[in-house]
């Protein structure tokens, strides 16, 4: 009998035991899987400005006008119009400014259309976007909401002065003497992309030389860059840098300096050595000073050939005022050739 009741003792003990157990792991908290991190919504890239543009040409124009040309690893179009008469004098590249279309109603559209009735094959270029023209992208929104704050674990704040289980205070990582300290930015500097001045210059130069093989596939007598507003400019810097011996002419209307480019155009147009005709409107104080100026460098770099070529104001009469400038470019060219 004693034995008998050490069992039963040894029992209820046992399941006693058991029981607070279970009840110990019935009240622990359920371990949550952590939160997942929100993932940036993609959005589809936003076509250019000026490939909408270019857009809208191809439902306003002859399908005929139109010529595809590839500029590094993407296709831009052209328009392009052959001369009216069986003997031609050769192509003009027409490079518009910056904002304005292949067939923009100002200055490049009526010349692209009028010059082909004076023996010249016209090819008129889209150009990228400015940098200033791009759209900005918003803030990217995340598919899934953060987690609730209140829901986190409060942590307990961290005493960095205390000393270590060990006995000592904690060390800070410091760079040995002979090593530069590596600078996250400085680290992905030479991975970043080029700045958008940059490449924007780079694909307006493939764009021209793209237009330069197409214009010697025809095997032209001449071949003339004309560039209005900032074409100019890069009609004549790309002159500047590559120096393409069959390009015979540069003409440019109402020149300027594009943004985020540092040559002047007092420097950069005096230094070709080309004929060159610079076109200009005399309705403001501030255009007949930047002519100026051009004009007195090209003669201090004692320029061969280049002529100032004065524009009267543009008046209420639109095709008056584009009939005098393809008049007086036209009767500049026939000086040249």
């Known amino acids: 009998m004693p034995r008998f009741r050490d069992s039963l003792r040894w029992v209820a003990i046992l399941s006693s035991t058991l029981t607070v157990l279970t009840v110990a792991a019935a009240d622990e908290p359920a371990t949550t899987a952590p939160a997942s991190v929100p993932v940036p919504a993609e959005r589809p890239e936003l076509p250019s400005r000026s490939d909408t543009m270019a857009a809208d040409l191809l439902r306003q124009l002859p399908s005929s006008e139109f010529v595809s040309l590839k500029a590094g690893t993407k296709d831009f179009v052209a328009l392009w119009r052959p001369a009216n008469v069986g003997d031609p004098k050769g192509?003009?590249?027409l490079l518009p400014g910056e904002g304005e279309t292949a067939d923009w109603p100002r200055g490049i559209g009526p010349l692209r259309r009028g010059l082909p009735d004076y023996?010249?094959?016209?090819?008129?270029?889209s150009l990228p976007d400015s940098p200033s023209l791009n759209p900005l992208a918003g803030p990217e929104e995340p598919t899934e909401p953060p987690a609730d704050p209140a829901e986190a674990e409060p942590q307990p704040p961290v005493d960095e002065s205390a000393p270590s289980?060990?006995?000592y205070l904690p060390e800070e990582t410091a760079a040995l003497p002979d090593e530069t300290?590596?600078?996250?930015?400085?680290?992905?500097e030479?991975?970043?992309a080029p700045p958008a001045e940059v490449a924007q210059a780079e694909q307006i130069a493939?764009?021209?030389?793209?237009?330069?093989?197409?214009?010697?596939?025809?095997?032209?007598?001449?071949?003339?860059?004309l560039g209005q507003g900032t074409g100019g400019y890069w009609a004549a810097r790309y002159i500047q840098q590559l120096a393409p011996t069959d390009v015979r002419h540069l003409l440019i209307i109402q020149p300027r300096q594009p943004e985020g480019q540092e040559e002047p155009l007092a420097r950069l147009i005096p230094t070709l050595k080309l004929a060159t005709g610079d076109f200009y409107y005399q309705d403001s104080n501030s255009q007949r000073s930047a002519a100026r100026e051009r004009l007195n460098a090209s003669r201090r770099n004692k320029h061969p050939a280049y002529k100032q070529v004065g524009l009267q104001p543009p008046t209420g009469d639109r095709e008056a005022a584009q009939?005098?400038?393809l008049r007086r470019v036209r009767g500049w060219l026939a000086k040249q050739t």
Request: proline fraction near 4%.
């Open 91 to 93: 192509i003009i590249i």
């Open 323 to 325: 009939e005098q400038l």
């Open 181 to 188: 300290p590596i600078d996250g930015a400085a680290a992905e």
């Open 119 to 125: 023996g010249w094959h016209t090819l008129s270029l």
């Open 165 to 167: 289980e060990a006995g």
């Open 206 to 225: 493939e764009r021209i030389e793209a237009a330069l093989a197409f214009a010697r596939s025809k095997q032209p007598g001449a071949i003339v860059l």
């Open 190 to 192: 030479s991975t970043a």
